[in-house]
């Protein structure tokens, strides 16, 4: 830990341009495109620098390859907020691009692994190893609730919210911090600089703050289990001790069909983290993915 300013990253990162359907992507590399490729997909309001912790802590060789989503990090801006199926067929267009015709492994967290792990199973071929971080699909919907977020939707892309300005670096590492109480200072600092923008009158995050966010699709728990039917790919499920607020794991009987559907054996659970268990616990995450990656059977720590 540096106490007197940012992390410093142990491995340097190079970022490519691609254009992924029409969108200017930004897709950020560590490692030799000699070694083992691994695609790493990150969460909604997140971007792909995010993994710079469990890189560091990777031993073997890897060649990262880890794009910024869509309205994220160095990626072009939409002129809507995307929905699931954008970041689907993304991924789709991405993995056609940079590794055609082969298949891989995929490491997504939150919305980066529900989009692999749903890519996974309605694509089999393409995807010979899964592991999906804190990502259990999305909560299933009150009933009636379809009416109630449509008029939303509809209303804040009306007028949608002015993007938020921060007065420093400092300002934006402690409000990550507020989110995150085990995030130590030198890594909010260095996600706070590496996701950010200098704006009038201060900074802001990267993420397209200023679209309204969309409907997600596949709410209806049916629809994800079909889905996740046709997965091959040896899979890994990871999950963080701490409970996230309307997350498939508060909803006891729509986690419990979950686990019992993916099977209870390809999960695991990592103590004392909360749902960024890559800032949380890096080295822990790091060995649970490389050893899942070169081992013939899923670590031994299942979830009760």
């Known amino acids: 830990m540096n106490e007197f300013g ?14 992924i359907r029409g969108v200017p992507y930004c897709v950020r590399t560590w490692g030799s495109p000699d070694a083992t490729p691994l695609i790493f997909l ?13 890189v560091d802590a990777l031993q073997n060789e890897w060649f990262i ?27 789709d267009a991405l993995l056609d691009t940079v590794l055609p015709d082969q298949a891989v492994r995929l490491v997504g967290h939150s919305l980066g692994g529900n989009v692999a792990s749903v890519y996974a199973g309605i694509f089999p071929p393409r ?3 899964l592991v999906s971080i804190d990502a259990f699909a999305l909560p299933r919907p009150a009933r009636g609730e379809i009416a109630t977020r449509l008029h939303d939707w509809l209303q804040v892309s ?4 002015p993007s938020r300005r921060y007065r420093s670096i400092d300002e934006m590492a402690r409000r990550l911090q507020l989110a995150n109480a085990r995030l130590p200072l030198d890594k909010a600092l260095f996600l ?7 704006v009038p009158g201060g900074f802001s995050w990267l993420s397209n703050e200023l679209e309204p966010r969309s409907m997600p699709t596949l709410r209806a728990l049916d629809d994800w289990l079909a889905c ?17 607020p309307k997350s498939m794991a508060s909803d006891p009987e729509g986690f419990a069909v979950v686990l019992n559907h993916i099977g209870r054996e390809s999960v695991v659970q990592v103590p004392n983290t909360g749902h960024n268990i ?12 490389e050893s899942f990656m070169t081992a013939t059977s899923t670590p031994k720590r299942p979830i009760q």
Do not use: C, M, N
């Open 6 to 19: 940012p992390y410093l990253p142990l491995k340097r990162s190079h970022t490519t341009e691609y254009i």
């Open 42 to 54: 990150h969460g909604i309001r997140d971007a792909s620098i995010t993994f710079q912790f469990v």
């Open 65 to 91: 390859i880890a794009p910024d989503w869509r309205g994220h990090g160095g990626s072009g801006l939409t002129a809507y907020q995307p929905w699931f199926h954008d970041y689907l067929a993304d991924l």
């Open 127 to 129: 995807v010979s190893h």
């Open 158 to 161: 009306r007028s949608p919210p």
């Open 192 to 198: 706070a600089a590496s996701s950010s923008r200098e």
């Open 228 to 244: 996740w039917k046709g997965i091959t790919a040896r899979k890994l499920w990871i999950s963080a001790s701490d409970i996230r």
């Open 278 to 289: 890559h800032h949380d616990a890096p080295k822990q995450l790091a060995h649970l993915i």
